[in-house]
């Protein structure tokens, strides 16, 4: 009998020891956030970006190419930033048009946009974040990586996703903006993403799912491709190559595909380039 209770007071006092080490829904919903951010990357990206845009009645009604660069400074620092730009090759009346972001690891992010007629490139900022990406169902603030700090985030379990016709468990991460104003700006209430881990380092996106400032299911982001290859530190990378944003309330999609695809030295992005001057003139 002494035995027994001596059992039972290390079992309860390893229970008490578990729990209070254990991290809440909110810790892990985050801790899986920052690691989806940090995971490894190419520090240098040049291809093309093709929009393919559906209406409603499932009939393709555009079809726009635009050439793309992205380069990380600071990489692996607290001061890192990932720098992108985008230039509008077809169609025709459209070719000139582009667009240019700082993703900051440290502090807000700028995007500006440059419209040929305009001729004038114009800063992205509050509601102009939820304007239509060239007319796509994506946002200009769905463009390139999140901004994490905006958001609160918890983990809401597992749940299969299917992908390529086979079933993958992920784990289900909410995100909520952290004040009415993030909420206002970026057009988005709630975000629930489901993260497949591929390794200890890294995750695919298998599904996002977007909803309203009213909290109504708005657009769901799917995976369609992806690939792998390693960085300029040796890293493996899962980079994304293709995706599909669905709006549920209209019916209208968008799939975005990238190809011919040039990584790390062979990409030969110029550092320099990503200046509002660019936006304006020949950097490829």
Sequence with gaps: MKQLKTAMVFMAVMAFCVSAFTAT????????????DQQPKFQKMKGETVLNIYGSDGKLKFKKELIVAQYIANQGTPEEVENSISYMKEPADERGNAYMAYNYKNRPDQKFVYIRGIRKAKKVAGASKKTSFFGSDFFVNDMGYPDISECNYKLLGKEKVSFKGKEFECLVVEALPKDATIKSETGYGRKVGYLYPVNDRSFLTLRLDYYDEDMKKFKVLSLQSFLT???VKG??????????MKNVQTGSRTILELKNLKFEGDANVRTDIF???YLTQKWW
């Design 235 to 244: 890293e493996t990378v899962f980079f994304t190559t293709g995706i599909e």
């Design 229 to 231: 290859a390693t960085n």
């Design 25 to 36: 829904d909110a810790e892990e919903g985050t801790r899986l956030s920052v690691m989806n």
């Design 275 to 277: 200046t509002e001057q």
